[in-house]
């Protein structure tokens, strides 16, 4: 008996000095309050011991945990032990996919590719916007003019008749969801952030411009917004011809340059119709890479390219416009997997929907995979798929005819095994009347 417990203190030493150092004072004071940072989260073990076994819990049980006790709860809500996950290589990617559902609400599921467990997110806070708005569109009159009545018509065809958020953009900054712009019959200048590890909406600084349908990208840990559409005091809506960027360091956007369009033509200011839109943006080799498409049709008529080291903006490479998505067959069927940019290319052929990569150095698009199983609905291609990359894996999200959404995935670690038979669906799930609005992999 004696030998036992002495072999256990002795076993409990050797642990404890495997894990002192490894995880910093700063962890461990965050899982207690003041006057409790000698409490044991795990009764009998060190507390160092203990941040190594919770850390490896996966994410789908989190939630539960922080209901165990008041320690847990601050632990699985602090940053420190998600930089421990990092530090062990047990992070795990979970996928946010944004739908606007038959009400035209926004809505947020989040799954887990390991088990294909779909999980709704809270809402986000725009009551205070709406009241905004409301108020914004009541103190808003008639007119004699035929300008000022053609601009109100274009905003009621664009914006809509009900007060609903849409019209937005995320992507995944410094481990947090953000959402960026919208509108609510007006652009909004409003931004929204989503911690994955408190489970809880945020407001950040709102932009220094008011943006619907804006494009958004990371790039050196800075989030951008990209052009998008506002409203005109005389003519309705027009395409805005710049970008700028959040730096969450500080908390503040500041200006990312003008369009080369915006420079080179000043005088299409008057025609908003002929102006190119912001219709979908790739973060590639430490750049922005933006294509356009006109303002009143679905057609791409070329693109820029963004060097955050000159905060300029040039011509995009004639190859990369060619074989770019079109924008009508939807939100975004490109993304960067494993450094390279790829795109979903749906065709009317018997080969079906084809996987191409861009080849930089020669400025042109190839076909590395055919016959992939994605159904596209070419007549009516409301925002039948979206697309998002991550490491080596390419996951596709795509609306099937029955209303169900299904969640498809490859790995493209080598490029010369992507066949159809390595494409793995890993959820399905029926939402009913659904519009994919966008896709984002969130890692913690």
Same mark, same amino acid.
């Given at each position: 008996m004696g030998a036992n417990l002495s072999f256990l203190q002795s076993n409990n030493k050797n642990l404890e000095r495997k894990f002192t150092g490894t995880v910093s004072e700063?962890?461990?004071?965050?899982?207690?309050?003041?006057?409790?940072?000698?409490?044991?989260?795990?009764?009998?073990?060190?507390?160092?011991?203990?941040?190594?076994?919770?850390a490896r819990v996966p994410r789908r049980h989190h939630t539960s945990l922080k209901l165990v006790c008041p320690s847990w709860n601050r632990v699985f809500k602090s940053t420190p032990i998600y930089q421990l996950r990092k530090q062990l290589a047990v992070t795990e990617e979970w996928l946010y996919i944004l739908m606007k559902d038959a009400d035209d609400q926004l809505v947020w599921y989040a799954l887990d590719p390991e088990t294909g467990q779909w999980k709704t997110l809270p809402p986000m806070p725009i009551s205070i916007q709406e009241e905004e708005a409301k108020a914004e569109m009541g103190q808003q009159?008639?007119?004699?003019?035929?300008?000022?009545?053609?601009?109100?018509?274009?905003?009621?065809?664009?914006?809509?008749?009900?007060?609903?958020l849409k019209g937005c953009s995320a992507a995944v900054?410094?481990?947090?969801?953000?959402?960026?712009?919208?509108?609510?019959?007006a652009p909004l200048d409003s931004v929204w952030r989503y911690d994955a590890?408190?489970?809880?909406?945020?407001?950040?600084?709102?932009?220094?411009?008011?943006?619907?349908?804006?494009?958004?990208?990371?790039?050196?840990?800075?989030?951008?917004?990209?052009?998008?559409?506002?409203? $005109? *005091?005389?003519?309705?809506? !027009?395409?805005? #011809?710049?970008? =700028?960027?959040?730096?969450?360091?500080?908390?503040?956007w500041s200006p990312a340059g003008m369009f080369c369009f915006s420079r080179k033509d000043p005088a299409a200011s008057t025609a908003h119709m002929s102006k190119p839109m912001a219709t979908s943006v790739v973060s590639y080799h430490h750049k922005l890479c933006l294509s356009h498409s006109l303002y009143s049709q679905y057609v791409n008529v070329g693109g820029e390219v963004y060097e955050p080291m000159s905060n300029t903006w040039s011509k995009m490479p004639r190859g990369m416009v060619d074989g770019?998505?079109?924008?009508?067959?939807?939100?975004?069927?490109?993304?960067?997997?494993?450094?390279?940019?790829?795109?979903?290319?749906?065709?009317?052929?018997?080969? $079906? *929907?084809?996987?191409?990569? !861009?080849?930089? #150095?020669?400025? =042109?698009?190839?076909?590395?995979?055919t016959?992939?199983?994605?159904?596209?609905?070419?007549?009516?291609?409301?925002?039948?798929?979206?697309?998002?990359?991550?490491?080596?894996?390419?996951?596709?999200?795509?609306?099937?005819?029955?209303?169900?959404?299904?969640?498809?995935?490859?790995?493209?670690?080598?490029?010369?095994?992507?066949?159809?038979?390595?494409?793995?669906?890993i959820a399905s799930r029926s939402f009913g009347f659904v519009k994919l609005v966008t896709c984002q992999v969130l890692d913690i």
């Amino acid at each position: 008996m004696g030998a036992n417990l002495s072999f256990l203190q002795s076993n409990n030493k050797n642990l404890e000095r495997k894990f002192t150092g490894t995880v910093s004072e700063s962890i461990i004071s965050t899982g207690a309050r003041a006057g409790e940072e000698h409490l044991q989260l795990i009764p009998g073990l060190p507390n160092e011991l203990a941040y190594h076994i919770l850390a490896r819990v996966p994410r789908r049980h989190h939630t539960s945990l922080k209901l165990v006790c008041p320690s847990w709860n601050r632990v699985f809500k602090s940053t420190p032990i998600y930089q421990l996950r990092k530090q062990l290589a047990v992070t795990e990617e979970w996928l946010y996919i944004l739908m606007k559902d038959a009400d035209d609400q926004l809505v947020w599921y989040a799954l887990d590719p390991e088990t294909g467990q779909w999980k709704t997110l809270p809402p986000m806070p725009i009551s205070i916007q709406e009241e905004e708005a409301k108020a914004e569109m009541g103190q808003q009159q008639g007119s004699d003019s035929l300008m000022k009545l053609y601009g109100k018509w274009m905003i009621r065809v664009i914006f809509g008749d009900r007060i609903r958020l849409k019209g937005c953009s995320a992507a995944v900054l410094d481990g947090c969801l953000f959402v960026v712009g919208g509108c609510l019959r007006a652009p909004l200048d409003s931004v929204w952030r989503y911690d994955a590890r408190t489970e809880t909406w945020s407001t950040v600084c709102r932009m220094d411009t008011a943006r619907a349908f804006c494009k958004t990208a990371c790039l050196h840990n800075k989030l951008y917004a990209i052009g998008g559409v506002q409203l $005109g *005091v005389q003519d309705g809506v !027009y395409p805005i #011809q710049s970008a =700028e960027v959040y730096d969450p360091t500080t908390n503040q956007w500041s200006p990312a340059g003008m369009f080369c369009f915006s420079r080179k033509d000043p005088a299409a200011s008057t025609a908003h119709m002929s102006k190119p839109m912001a219709t979908s943006v790739v973060s590639y080799h430490h750049k922005l890479c933006l294509s356009h498409s006109l303002y009143s049709q679905y057609v791409n008529v070329g693109g820029e390219v963004y060097e955050p080291m000159s905060n300029t903006w040039s011509k995009m490479p004639r190859g990369m416009v060619d074989g770019w998505p079109a924008p009508q067959l939807g939100t975004k069927l490109n993304t960067v997997v494993n450094g390279e940019m790829v795109a979903l290319d749906p065709t009317n052929s018997l080969d $079906g *929907v084809r996987l191409k990569l !861009y080849d930089n #150095q020669n400025d =042109e698009w190839k076909i590395v995979c055919t016959r992939i199983p994605i159904s596209f609905d070419l007549v009516y291609p409301d925002s039948p798929c979206v697309v998002a990359g991550f490491k080596t894996k390419l996951y596709s999200v795509t609306k099937e005819y029955n209303g169900s959404v299904s969640v498809l995935c490859v790995d493209l670690s080598s490029l010369s095994d992507c066949d159809v038979k390595v494409w793995k669906t890993i959820a399905s799930r029926s939402f009913g009347f659904v519009k994919l609005v966008t896709c984002q992999v969130l890692d913690i």
